[in-house]
């Protein structure tokens, strides 16, 4: 089994519809991270937890919002979808003094 | 800003050559170097981590590091077409709080 899953894969929606995209890993992990990528931007950093109670911006934070439910589940939602918003998005956990990372598998989403 | 600097290529080598990916950052204070490849579509996977000066080996892959001239490097060696993919250079910050990505450096192995 994979050790951080995102659902759903893959998502189409329109413009203005709220959208949630759900995280969740069992590697025991307290930090957990969102990321958009774009074609030539690179990953950009959303939002980022190090624990249920603690939730940071990133740099692009704008637009969207985050839920940490527990120390394995980290939610990211879209209030009001537009087709820039429409990118890969992953999540990642992190632990440890080295901030090494591991990411889920991925969540396409198209804003029409 | 911190930043991560990468040649985005795409870099081309033949099958059985060594493929050298570079990276250069600007936080001094960084501390961990991560690299990642990524396969069109798929998500960055972990291939190697290095913390202190010199070369760090692992089968085929070999990181490089030189904190003074903020420099870190990735070697493959008997490159193969699969190798082909995008590398991502990965540094922390010395805030501590996330790693900082390059934009990543496409390489293609050819046959």
């Known amino acids: 089994d994979a050790d951080v899953t995102q659902t759903p894969r893959n998502r189409i929606t329109k413009t203005g519809k709220r959208i949630m995209l759900e995280c969740s890993q069992t590697k025991g992990h307290d930090r957990m991270y969102w990321y958009r990528q774009d074609p030539g931007l690179g990953l950009q950093l959303i939002y980022y937890?190090?624990?249920?109670?603690?939730?940071n911006k990133g740099e692009i934070s704008d637009g969207y919002s985050v839920s940490r439910q527990a120390q394995a589940k980290f939610s990211l939602s879209l209030e009001s979808a537009i087709p820039n918003q429409t990118a890969l998005y992953f999540c990642?956990?992190?632990?440890?003094?080295?901030?090494?990372?591991?990411f889920g598998p991925g969540t396409r989403l198209t804003v029409l | 800003q911190k930043e991560v600097e990468q040649n985005s290529g795409p870099l081309s080598v033949p099958e059985g050559a060594i493929a050298s990916l570079n990276c250069t950052y600007s936080d001094r204070g960084s501390q961990s170097f991560f690299w990642y490849r990524q396969y069109s579509g798929k998500s960055p996977e972990l291939i190697m981590s290095i913390y202190s000066n010199g070369d760090k080996e692992d089968g085929r892959f070999t990181a490089q590091l030189n904190k003074a001239s903020q420099y870190v490097s990735l070697l493959i060696r008997d490159s193969q077409p699969s190798d082909s993919a995008t590398y991502l250079c990965?540094?922390?910050?010395?805030?501590?709080?996330?790693?900082?990505f390059g934009k990543g450096t496409s390489l293609l192995v050819t046959p």
């Open positions: 937890s190090f624990d249920v109670k603690d939730i």
């Open positions: 990965a540094v922390n910050s010395n805030s501590g709080y996330a790693l900082n």
């Open positions: 990642a956990t992190g632990q440890g003094s080295t901030d090494t990372q591991y």
